[in-house]
């Protein structure tokens, strides 16, 4: 067993943008397959550039406010209580398109 509290974690920048913060609450290496399970923060503007994992799926979980994710050639608004996942070589981008922050948990696991 482990408990993490995620206020002991402490807060780095995303690896698309620095500007955005998360929590890295476990680890690549920690569990068979997962890539890493974090909880993120968006502010009102911030984006994330288009990008995609070719040996890596995707999930998000959003807590609070609105955020448009593009993939492939898809556009969806995701809000609070929305679970959205990305399959392994699939483009995509996201941003907060809302007036407060949007935040969610996210998790990637290793398709290889």
């Known amino acids: 067993m482990k408990l993490i509290r995620l206020g002991d ?26 890539m890493m399970f974090s909880y993120a923060v968006l502010q ?3 984006s994330i550039e288009a ?13 609070s406010g609105q955020a448009l ?6 556009d969806v608004v995701v809000s609070a209580g929305d679970c959205l996942t990305v399959g392994t ?15 969610w948990l996210y998790f990637g696991v290793a398709t290889e």
């Open 9 to 34: 974690i402490p807060i780095t920048g995303i690896s698309h943008n620095q500007e955005i913060k998360e929590r890295v609450l476990i680890e690549k290496g920690a569990l068979p397959h997962l």
């Open 44 to 46: 009102p503007g911030q």
């Open 51 to 63: 990008h995609q994992h070719e040996t890596m799926a995707e999930v998000f979980f959003v807590l």
């Open 69 to 74: 994710f593009h993939v492939g050639n898809e």
């Open 89 to 103: 070589g699939e483009l995509h981008s996201q941003e907060n398109i809302s007036d407060a922050a949007v935040e």
